[in-house]
């Protein structure tokens, strides 16, 4: 519509005003546009009423895409090949293979049981996630756990304990510590998502320069120290690579309560076992209280209190 994206905030401002974010005049910032801007000022002032009418009428700039699923299949092809991408040369290759051999292993399982495809999909990607952080002994810790809640589990009501476990056993062990944000943050996935998402093509010159700026947190004799650190890519890429170091320095990270609360829910997940239709609704629950521990680490740790309460009692 304008061949450019640097007109996207002319358009924001535009949506703003129109929806009396503003207290301003219409005349005011046309005024306003044409003093700061010198060029292309009526590409402009064009990007802002597109904005006022976006504003008006969203429906008009609806782009209906044809939706295309991802089957567990292309879904663990696409991760062998992240993982090969990752780890290059015969480590890549050995990790990308035994990596196979687990969801080989973890899906041997569910033979002759009807479980839907995007569960299994979930599955490859909870335990992508798992692998991650913490290598392929933790990726096997998530496989096995999930096998023994499955063999337990009940076709008839849909596996929905299964269901729980697959995504909230997923949500306590990936502790969003300093050496998986920086993994994440480094990963080949985002670079490939941050090159689609704006339009970047290396063929043409393209490319994206990257800045973090993070707050890491210690804690020193008891108090936390937090300090502004601007980030670069090489340096996420040697603390994702430091990973073999968390268990030495975890006891200066304020991750202790996230640490205690996985073990909670773990030893959840090995206790359960049900009888009749009452309790599995019980220990569905149970196993589903993590999934009201969200935010940030402040807000987190007393909604994690919270949920371990509840588990308890019921």
């Known amino acids: 519509m304008l061949d450019s994206k640097l007109y996207t905030n002319i358009m924001i401002l535009g949506m703003a005003y129109q929806k009396g974010f503003l207290p301003l005049t219409l005349e005011s910032i046309e005024k306003a546009i044409e003093l700061t801007i010198k060029h292309d000022l009526q590409r402009n002032l064009r990007a802002f009423n597109i904005g006022r009418l976006i ?27 992240t993982i090969r991408a990752s780890h290059r040369g015969k480590r890549g290759n050995r990790l990308a293979k035994q990596f196979r051999i687990l969801m080989k292993q973890t899906f041997r399982a569910t033979r002759g049981s009807c479980v839907p495809d995007p569960l299994i999909r979930d599955v ?10 913490g290598g392929m002994a933790y990726a096997k810790r998530y496989c096995h756990r999930l096998v023994d809640v499955f063999e337990k589990d009940d076709a008839k009501k849909d596996y929905r304990i ?7 056993l997923a949500k306590v062990m990936l502790i969003k510590d300093e050496f998986y944000v920086a993994a994440l943050l480094t990963s080949p996935e985002k670079y490939k998502r941050d090159r689609k998402r704006f339009n970047v093509n290396h063929n043409n010159g393209d490319r994206i320069i990257y800045r973090h700026h993070n707050r890491p947190e210690i804690i020193l004799f008891g108090h936390k120290f937090g300090f502004e650190w601007k980030s670069r890519d090489w ?3 040697l ?26 829910y773990e ?11 009452k309790d599995y609704e019980r220990w569905l629950a149970i196993l589903s209280t993590p999934e009201t521990v969200t935010g940030y680490r402040e807000i987190r740790h007393p909604k994690m209190e919270a949920a371990r309460q509840r588990g308890d009692e019921l």
């Open 235 to 237: 340096q996420l890429r």
């Open 239 to 264: 603390m994702a690579a430091a990973r073999p170091l968390r268990d030495l320095v975890y006891h200066i990270l304020p991750h202790k309560g996230e640490v205690v609360f996985r073990d909670w």
């Open 162 to 168: 299964t269901r729980a476990v697959v995504w909230n």
């Open 124 to 133: 490859v990607i909870r335990a992508y996630d798992c692998l991650t952080w």
């Open 55 to 81: 504003a008006v009428r969203p429906d008009l700039f609806t782009v209906h895409l044809k939706h295309e699923y991802e089957s567990s299949r292309q879904c663990l092809r696409h991760k062998l090949n």
């Open 267 to 277: 030893d959840l997940v090995d206790r359960f076992e049900y009888v009749g239709n």
